[in-house]
């Protein structure tokens, strides 16, 4: 088998570069290696590396060939960072989204597994959030994450193309990105009380997320990629189908909090209805944020 991983060189995208590794794929990884909210890139010395832009179709749509399955987990990926740059937003999550189907359908891959995000839910739709609501985005970053999704299902539906699309729920675990004021809550926190920092907080905490460890994404993919079935096109959420506040995870490591600027354009409440992808892929979420924070501090 050959696959090929977009932005396989961070957080999520390493991950599963490494369980492609270890089922014995081949792995082409095209990353631009531009994001900015990693200290470094991850690479396994099995997988083959292009430092390229995915949205460039001539320079990279040669890497397609013979290819089997496809992993688009290239993005600007952080909420915050997209209001401040919009067009590099669109940019990166729309165009480059449409020229990895393109090539993906030009070269006769089989698969197309598209990483999205469950900002798309917005403030509309009252959890737990399942797949049949309608889109509420509030900011560049869903936007944009729900027109790859468009085209993904158009992909599907007008050429056939198989693409399998997975809203995420606040992942987190090993490699999450750690730089700047925007990073993932959870990876910050143990980052600021390792330094002996006040643990920093959107006001007023009580926001709550459903966080979601980066193996169960992995192992998401790999089902979707294993199983065959009827839902070519769809959305699939990704979540534990519990959710905690933010407060709560800080007091978890730390009583030394403070709070910070409030932010725009974010949900208060995120809780995934994952009953979908269960009756699918038969996938349930195996970890859970509690322990992951209590191996941390251990």
Known sequence: MKSLVT??????GSHIVDKLIEKGHEVIVI??????????FYYNPLAKYYKLDI???????????????VFHCAAESRIQPTILNPLLTIRTNVLRTGTVLQCSREAGVSKVMYSSTSSAYGLANTPPL??????????????????????????????????????????????EPLKG?????VGLFLKQFKAGESLTIVPDGTQRRDFTHVDDVVRANMLAMDIDHKHYGEIFNVGTGTNHSVLELAH???????????????????????????????????????????????
């Open 7 to 12: 932005g396989g060189a961070g957080f999520i």
């Open 130 to 175: 399942n797949e049949e609501m309608p889109d509420d985005c509030l900011n560049p970053y869903s936007v944009s994450k729900a027109s790859g999704e468009k085209l993904c299902s158009m992909y599907t539906k007008l050429f056939g193309l198989k693409t399998v699309t997975f809203r995420y729920f606040n992942v987190y675990g090993p490699r």
């Open 55 to 69: 949205a460039d179709y001539e320079a990279t749509k040669e890497l397609y060939k013979d290819v089997n399955y």
């Open 252 to 298: 978890l490591i730390s009583e030394n909090v403070k709070m910070i600027e409030p932010r725009l354009g974010e949900a208060y409440i995120t809780l995934s209805n994952s009953s979908k992808i269960e009756k699918i892929f038969g996938w349930v979420a195996e970890k859970k944020i509690t322990d992951y924070i209590n191996e941390q501090l251990s």
């Open 31 to 40: 990353d631009a290696e531009t994001s900015m909210v990693h200290d470094s």
């Open 181 to 185: 004021p925007y990073a993932p809550v």
